[in-house]
């Protein structure tokens, strides 16, 4: 799949080559980017129920996050940033968010594979929607990382993605 998907993406990502001429659907998008060093990184389309997300992830892992927060949840291009750090990054303004400097979400433990919990919120949100779930990985990200992206999907049964590549003529 091709893409020109949310122009504020930070991390930077060199997708691999393909001959795919299929372009990816931008509509109720959920997108795991994996950049060079292997850090995960969370997105969403314009339309997706980022609210709700947040509602699911801030109930099951009893973050205690304020309306406020929430809300500027919904304003952020991507999330980055370890579940004991998403408090202290909402209360930063969104549109500063884009400058800051990442983690990424934990993937590569397998006891604290903390995109479990975001993909476990993700679909809650998305109940009754189509979603999108699309993999964006760099073209020298490393393997744990990407296995840890999909164990995430596996036990949380979203076994149905797309990988984001980037066109070039057959």
């Known amino acids: 799949l091709t893409t020109n998907f949310n122009a504020t993406e930070r991390p ?7 001959v795919a001429s299929k372009v990816a659907p931008q509509d109720d998008v959920a997108m795991v980017t994996i ?6 990184f969370l997105s969403f389309s314009e339309d997706a129920p980022k609210k709700e997300v947040i509602e699911a992830l801030n109930t099951n892992r009893t973050l ?9 949840f919904t304003k952020g291009p991507f999330i980055g940033v370890p579940i004991s750090q998403l408090k202290s990054l909402l209360q930063q303004p969104a549109e500063t968010w884009p400058q ?11 006891l604290n594979n903390e995109l479990v ?21 760099d073209n020298a990200s490393r393997y744990p990382s990407f296995k840890g992206v999909i164990d995430a999907f596996k036990k949380n049964d979203e076994l149905k993605f797309q990988m ?3 066109p070039e003529g057959v």
């Open 117 to 137: 919990d975001w993909m476990r919120a993700v679909k809650t949100a998305f109940q009754g929607i189509r979603m999108n779930l699309l993999v964006k990985g």
């Open 35 to 40: 950049d060079k060093d292997g850090k995960v």
């Open 100 to 110: 800051l400097k990442y983690t990424g979400i934990p993937v590569t433990d397998t």
């Open 12 to 18: 930077t990502v060199v997708t691999p080559n393909s």
């Open 64 to 72: 205690g996050l304020t309306d406020a927060e929430m809300t500027n």
């Open 164 to 166: 984001v590549t980037n």
